[in-house]
């Protein structure tokens, strides 16, 4: 049988050392030697012995998480030994190498996969006050690895003079950069931002760091029976 379907870059990349690696850009695979924490619906094959645990309000912690998330079983625990293959909607994937001292906030809608060794918590975004519902973020913080996923090529802009991003194309940044929220007027900006999406507001960051930004917007996401008209902020771990 003959086919460019079957060849070395469709192939399963194999690897000596247990843990994340890019299968390919829009495709996970992790190594498994024991634990690792994903987002639900993520897996879209695995070989081996592998055990899938959904974990609900008790794994995230605390009842404020779980009515954040507007979701009763954000994440899942794989426990186990073989190779499992994790994907979100053709997104890209990027894995990030967190070192102790560094600490990222991200949008949890962007988040695949994390290990275990990593610690995170859901906290509000500096600066939004009362502009709208579910301005929250998760900071990620400690020694280990996250895999984010992106809708298109983001690009990296370093916080080295104000900068303003729609809420909803903001992937991650440094968690020490100040934000703001800022209605579109008040810049200028009208109705030009989110025609589509209704999104009304944008973010501003100052001090030193980065953002991430990716080339399409999030759409709005519906939670506790409220439409989130603060983009992408909400909807943790959908």
């Not at 280990?144 to 690009?155: F, M, Y």
Request: aromatic share 8%.
């Amino acid at each position: 049988m003959r086919s460019e379907l079957f060849s070395a870059a469709n192939l399963e990349q194999e690897s000596a050392q247990p843990g994340m690696r890019l299968q390919n850009s829009k495709m996970l695979k992790i190594e498994l030697n024991g634990e690792m924490l994903a987002r639900v619906g993520s897996m879209v094959a695995y070989q081996g012995h592998v055990q899938f645990q959904a974990l609900g309000s008790g794994g995230l912690g605390n009842f404020l998480k779980q009515k954040l998330t507007g979701e009763g079983v954000p994440l899942m625990k794989l426990t186990g030994q073989g190779d499992v293959f994790l994907a979100d909607f053709a997104k890209d994937v990027h894995i990030i190498d967190l070192e102790p001292g560094d600490a990222l906030s991200i949008n949890g809608s962007s988040v695949l996969a994390f290990d275990p060794s990593l610690q995170y918590d859901i906290k509000m975004v500096g600066g939004a006050g009362m502009a709208s519902t579910g301005l929250f973020n998760c900071v990620f913080t400690g020694h280990g690895r996250i895999a984010v996923t992106t809708r298109g090529t983001p690009v990296v802009l370093a916080v080295d003079a104000p900068t303003y991003v729609d809420p909803q194309a903001a992937v991650c940044w440094s968690a020490g950069l100040q934000t703001g929220y800022h209605r579109a007027d008040q810049l200028g900006l009208g109705t030009l931002l989110g025609r589509t999406t209704g999104e009304a507001y944008t973010m501003s960051f100052a001090g030193q760091g980065f953002v991430v930004v990716q080339p399409s917007e999030e759409p709005p996401i519906m939670g506790s029976g409220q439409q989130d008209q603060g983009g992408v902020l909400g909807g943790l771990f959908r």
